[in-house]
């Protein structure tokens, strides 16, 4: 398993920007993507982007032609950058990484984005 942790999240009006960072340390051979989720009150946690170790990626709809994912596979790093956002963005966003052996499934502690009308 391999650890993350987030920044960058904040307050940020509602037309404006924000750019996330997620870096991990440990064991990352398995590793076979990296991507984003968010879990706004009340609601099931969801995927926001994923890339995967090949360079595919894949968006959520809400967020498709807004946020953009990057990776830094040499610095087991991973950013989402995230354009226009809007009100219903407001979440708390967590970085993960899939691996193709168990345990699957590595989160960060997550970082809050909140986006004022």
């Known amino acids: 398993q391999v650890q993350l942790v987030e920044s960058g999240g904040g307050l940020v009006q509602a037309g404006g920007s924000l750019r996330l960072s997620c870096t991990g340390s440990?064991?990352?051979?398995?590793?076979?993507?990296m991507g984003w989720y968010r879990q706004a009150p009340g609601k099931e946690r969801e995927l926001v982007a994923v890339?995967?170790?090949?360079?595919?990626?894949n968006y959520a709809d809400s967020v498709k032609g807004r946020f953009t994912i990057f990776r830094e596979v040499v610095n087991n790093a991973v950013y989402l950058q995230m354009n226009s956002l809007k009100p219903e963005d407001t979440a708390v966003y967590y970085c993960n990484a899939r691996a193709a052996v168990a345990p699957h499934d590595s989160w960060g502690q997550g970082t809050q984005v909140t986006v004022s009308s």
């Open positions: 890339r995967t170790r090949g360079g595919s990626t």
């Open positions: 440990g064991s990352f051979q398995h590793i076979v993507a």
